[in-house]
Structure formats: C-alpha cells, structure tokens
C-alpha cells in the first residue's frame, strides 16, 4: 500500500509539534508540508526530536496548500481562520481528507464530528472531520454514559495547563502572572459549552480555568439524576460503554493531572454518590496537546485513510 501524504497548516503551536510526531512516526504517512507563517524557511527538525529529514517550514497560502495535492490536511490554525484553506482544498482534484483542529465546523452538520469513542459509528467516509476540542472531549467522555439519567445540567469545573492558551502571549500563558494562581475565564457560554450542548443535545454548564502547569486537564463533572443509583451501577455504565477502548482508562480513584501528561488516553475515575443517591461527582483527566488534539487528530486520519486507528499512537 502506497503511504498517503499529509500537511499541516498552522504548525507552529504545542499541537503542531505534537502532529508533527506523530505523522512521522507512523509507517503508512509521509509528511508532505508544515506550514508556518512565523517559522518560514526553518528546519522542521530545528523545532521537532521527529525523524523528518531536511523538511521546513513553508509559509503557503490556501491556493498553494490545495496545490500540493497531498491525500489529507490538518488544520491547525486560531478559529475563523479555516474557511479559504477550505474553499481551495473542496476545489482541488482529487479532493484531500481534511482536519480541522479549530472550532469552526463543530456546529456544521456537514461535517463529521471525530469523538471517536463516541461517533466513530456515525464515521461512512466524510473527508470533513471537524476535530473536538480538548475540555469537551473530557466533558463528553465523561457525561456520555449517564446521559440518559440525567435531570438537569451536568455542572463542569475544568483546569487546564496554560499550553491550552496557545503560543501567542496573553494572560492565560503568561507563567509569571499564573504562578501560585487558579485563573477563571469565560465562565458561561464558553465555546466548549456550547460544542458539548450541541453534540450531546442536553444542555451543559462549563467552568474553565488556567493553572500553571503546562499541560493537562483536569475535569471534576456534576450531575443529578433522575433516579437513585448505586456506585457499582454507575461504574457498571462505564464500564459498558469504555471497556474495550485502549485509550480510555478507568480507575478508582479520582486520576491525577500529573500523571496523564504526555500521555494519549484518558483516564475517568473518582466516582462520589452524594447521600440519597442522585447526585453522583466523575473527574476526567487528559493531556490537552494529545487527546485533546493531536492524538484525536492522528485518530480520525487513520480511520479516514484506512489505517488501524491507534497506528503511531502509543498504548
């Protein structure tokens, strides 16, 4: 089988160098172009420990991307910025299977939403894959199994390290003015919220906030439900629903953010019944970088190219 050819556009973040990784770990891609405004003309391998030879960074415009004529493209740019990329590539022949990292197409209904542990079946061969965003991937996993015991809207409280933010400076990556600090941002109509409202179609409450550490999310989920339930019935539902999963973990314990960075799965624990039973706490953890972006990425492209989906994923 012939290897398929990816580009990046917009690799100049935490994620992109994430991506950049991974593709050139695995045995059926080739990475055909990064594209980076601000690292233009640079060695890739300047800015990557990846093998990927005397490749560097090219500063394209859409009608050049499109021109490359690889098999697939991720795109790894700020939201509102994915639209002429787009335009070009649907105009290309053959027309390239696309990832869009941003959160410009998680409302459209024309493209697949790519939370593979939960849409994967909804996957018939779209080649728009619209990549969920890391709090709400945390927020699906973990609301997922009960959605359907739910009497109101699960309350999310979620830290994130301070990647989260992105290289271009602000307060939320500032390290200084983040040390010894827990820093609230959009506390209602958060974009995430309303992604996870959307997909999940029940309305959900989100809390984010900024922690020093660099990368990983920590999400503490509340919800009440409409019925009693025991413990062991909770945990009984997500097991049936995430065993079997590689990238999923369930522990007893509520899990760690230390000890997801770096780390390609998730890891749901820390199940508390509140007295009388209908109140039930789930805390979720993820690296921000992978599963909430890159890895998820790596995922939908295999499953778009026909790959194994965890090829180039470490277990």
Not at 59 to 70: H, I, M, R, S, W
Not at 75 to 87: Q, T
Not at 167 to 190: I, Q
């Amino acid at each position: 089988m012939p290897r398929k050819t990816v580009g990046i556009v917009g690799a100049r973040g935490h994620t992109g160098a994430e991506l950049v990784r991974l593709i050139a770990a695995h045995p059926g891609l080739e990475l055909a172009f990064v594209s980076s405004r601000e690292l233009a003309g640079q060695r890739v391998a300047e800015h990557s420990d990846a093998d990927v030879g005397t490749l560097r960074y090219e500063n394209l415009d859409p009608g050049a991307v499109a021109a490359k004529g690889a098999d697939a493209v991720i795109l790894a740019l700020p939201n509102d910025r994915s639209a002429p990329f787009v335009e070009a590539l649907d105009a290309a022949t053959p027309q390239p299977v696309i990832v869009d990292l941003s959160a410009d197409h998680r409302f459209d209904a024309g493209w697949y939403y790519g939370l593979p542990e939960l849409t994967r079946n909804g996957y018939a061969g779209q080649r728009r894959i619209s990549n969920p965003g890391c709090y709400a991937t945390a927020m699906q996993l973990v609301i997922a199994p009960l959605l359907d015991q739910l009497a109101g809207p699960p309350q999310c409280f979620g830290v994130s390290g301070y990647s989260g933010a992105g290289t271009t400076p602000s307060d939320k990556n500032n390290v200084e003015l983040l040390a010894g600090n827990l820093m609230p941002y959009a506390l209602t109509n958060h974009v995430h919220e309303r992604e996870v409202s959307a997909q999940l179609g029940a309305p959900v409450e989100f809390m984010p906030h900024v922690a020093p550490h660099f990368r990983g999310i920590t999400m503490t989920v509340n919800l009440w439900l409409q019925q009693p339930m025991t413990r062991e019935a909770v945990q009984a539902r997500y097991h049936a629903r995430y065993d079997g999963e590689p990238l999923v973990e369930l522990v007893d314990e509520a899990p760690w953010v230390s000890r997801i960075a770096n780390r390609h799965g998730v890891q749901i624990g820390g199940i508390t019944m509140a007295p009388g039973g209908r109140r039930v706490v789930v805390v979720a953890t993820l690296d921000n970088l992978l599963k909430g972006a890159a890895t998820q990425a790596m995922q939908n492209l295999n499953l778009a190219l026909g790959f194994d989906e965890l090829t180039s994923i470490p277990a």
